[in-house]
């Protein structure tokens, strides 16, 4: 059985730094990534990575300000989100997969605020 468990989320003012972390137990996924979902908003993807090849994509709005990496000697995966804007507010989800399709597991979700 497949668990993600995301941490790291909190408040941040305007132009802060938080890094989340995602750690996977039950099997080792070959795409890991985050999305979030904002209040009254759709699901939106923010950043994916290839597990062994470290190949990483990005949504656009954060391009630039996220990074994300991976330890696979810990089964994690990492958000790196500099430089918060307030419309990054949202409850960001941990997603894993193996292969290609759709995203099979998903962890709760941490909530990140950004203050004005």
């Known amino acids: 059985q497949v668990q993600l468990v995301e941490s790291g989320g909190g408040l941040v003012q305007t132009g802060g730094s938080l890094r989340l972390s995602c750690a996977a137990s039950?099997?080792?996924?070959?795409?890991m990534a985050w999305f979030r979902q904002a209040p009254g908003k759709e699901r939106e993807f923010v950043a994916g990575i290839i597990w062994n090849g470290g190949t990483a994509d990005f949504a656009n709005s954060v391009k630039g300000r996220f990074t994300i990496s991976r330890d696979n000697a810990k089964n994690t995966v990492y958000l790196y989100m500099n430089n918060l804007k307030p419309e990054d507010t949202a409850v960001y989800h941990c997603a894993g997969r193996i292969g290609v399709g759709p995203y099979q597991y998903w962890g709760q979700g941490t909530q990140v605020t950004v203050s004005s």
């Open positions: 039950g099997r080792t996924l070959s795409n």
